[in-house]
């Protein structure tokens, strides 16, 4: 499957930055956005059961947000524009608990982020406009719901954890 390529990111377990192959032709271009024996290949074996589509303007920050219960992985990409994409290590008993990771994700990059279950994730728009996908492994459950703003300290609900250079 030689349609994406797969980059650990730092030291923090299962978290991956996938690029993604792209045809162009004079009629513009085609590729794929997921695959899922390319993944399980990769031992990346989550199984998506939503897909959301949110547009935000510039500086607008969403998140950081994560469900204790229910918790979801995601697999997030640009497909207009930029953002600074960032996720939190809420695994208890991880040893890169409270550790952050950011990147930059965007369409000309054809960059997307795997992001296992246990973390918090949001983005800050970079560019005018941002169109962003991604697909959850378990449903959103609005009670459920926890988050964060990214300027964090020290607090018994996340333990040890890093600020976020936005």
Request: charged share 25%; aromatic share 16%.
């Amino acid at each position: 499957m030689g349609n994406f390529n797969f980059k650990k990111c730092g030291d923090i377990d299962g978290l991956y930055e996938i690029s993604i192959k792209v045809y162009k032709d004079p009629r513009g271009f085609n590729m794929e956005n997921y695959n899922e024996e390319a993944f399980f290949e990769e031992g990346l074996t989550m199984r998506f059961v939503q897909d959301n589509y949110s547009v935000s303007s510039k500086n607008v920050l969403r998140g950081l947000h994560f469900q204790r219960k229910y918790q979801q992985g995601k697999l997030v990409r640009v497909i207009k524009g930029e953002v600074f994409d960032a996720v939190v290590d809420l695994r208890e008993g991880s040893k890169t608990y409270g550790a952050w990771y950011g990147v930059i994700l965007s369409a000309e990059k054809n960059n997307m982020l795997y992001v296992p279950e246990g973390f918090a994730h949001g983005f800050l728009v970079l560019s005018e406009t941002a169109e962003f996908l991604y697909k959850l492994s378990d449903f959103i459950i609005q009670r459920m719901r926890m988050g964060f703003l990214g300027m964090m300290q020290r607090s018994e609900l996340f333990g040890r954890f890093q600020i976020i250079q936005w």
